[in-house]
Each structure stands twice: as C-alpha cells, then as structure tokens.
C-alpha cells in the first residue's frame, strides 16, 4: 500500500493560482529567500531579505509572518507555504477598491476614449484618441493593446477591462 503525498497535493492546488511566468519569478524569489538552498526559509532568512528592501521589522513580527505561513505551524517555510503567503497577499490587496476619486478618473478616462458613448472602446476609438492627445501609436502597437486589453475577445474594450488594464 502507497502513502498519499500530501505535500504534491498541496502543490499542485496552489501553483495552479498562478501563470507560469509568476510561477518561475515566485520560485526565483523563493530561491533568493532560501540563502542555503535546503527547500525551507527561516525566520532569519526572511528577516535578511526584508532589511536588504530597507523594511526594518522586529524579530517577533518576522516570527509571526514565518508562523502564519507555515502550514506547519513551524518557524520554517517551503516553497508552497511561500506561494500561499504570496497569494493571501495578493487576495488582500485586490480587497482595496478604489476610492472614489480614482474611480471617477477613471471613469473620465474611459469616456475620453469611448467616443460614441456606446460603452466601448474599439481600435478606431483608441486611435483617434491616441491622435487627439499627440501620442503616435502604430498598427502593430494598437493590436497589441486591444489584444491585451480586450480578455472576452468581442473585439473592443468595455469599461471593466479598461480599468483591469490600467491597474
């Protein structure tokens, strides 16, 4: 009979949070975190990368940090309690709505675009209005910007990922 192992579980439900670009910079970044190389951040580790950022924290707080993020409940993490920590912090901060006045900028930035006021933004909009406030843009450019922009693929830009696109 074969043991199930848990820690491949756990690995394979968080990584799929992230793309494989933020996956190989998280793991870097883990990498850089883990000064000895032996799969597993310590409190002094952690405390090392924060002083080099200029972040000055108590030991006490980075043990607590360390603590919370362990899903062992240890003075130690791996690279997938690291990866939850990550997008715990990445969930906070997606709570942080704008405030008001961004919204309404915002807003207004989206209507200087939106031309017709129909609620969208199309390629011919965007190159008008780039042309309207002396920026040169070209075709390829514009292409890339409403294939960046455009996520449910109608072919124009509505308000939601106009405001996802500049945040």
Do not use: W
């Not at 990866?83 to 200087?112: G, M, R, T």
Request: charged residues 35%; negative net charge.
């Amino acid at each position: 009979m074969s043991v199930p192992r848990l820690g491949r579980r756990r690995s394979s439900s968080i990584k799929k949070e992230f793309s494989e670009k933020e996956l190989r910079d998280l793991r870097t970044a883990f990498d850089l975190l883990d000064r000895n190389q032996d799969g597993k951040v310590t409190t002094r580790e952690f405390k090392i990368m924060l002083n080099n950022l200029g972040i000055e924290i108590k030991e006490d707080k980075v043990q607590e940090l360390i603590l919370c993020a362990s899903h062992a409940g240890k003075e130690l993490i791996d690279e997938n309690d690291f990866l939850k920590f990550v997008k715990q912090i990445q969930d906070l901060c997606h709570l942080n709505p704008p405030s008001e006045d961004e919204e309404l900028d915002l807003l207004a930035a989206f209507q200087v675009f939106d031309m017709d006021n129909d609620g969208y933004i199309t390629k011919d909009e965007l190159r008008i209005a780039m042309e309207m406030i002396g920026e040169e843009i070209s075709e390829d450019q514009l292409t890339h910007v409403m294939d960046t922009a455009d996520t449910d693929r109608d072919g124009k830009i509505n308000y939601n990922e106009f405001a996802q696109l500049l945040s």
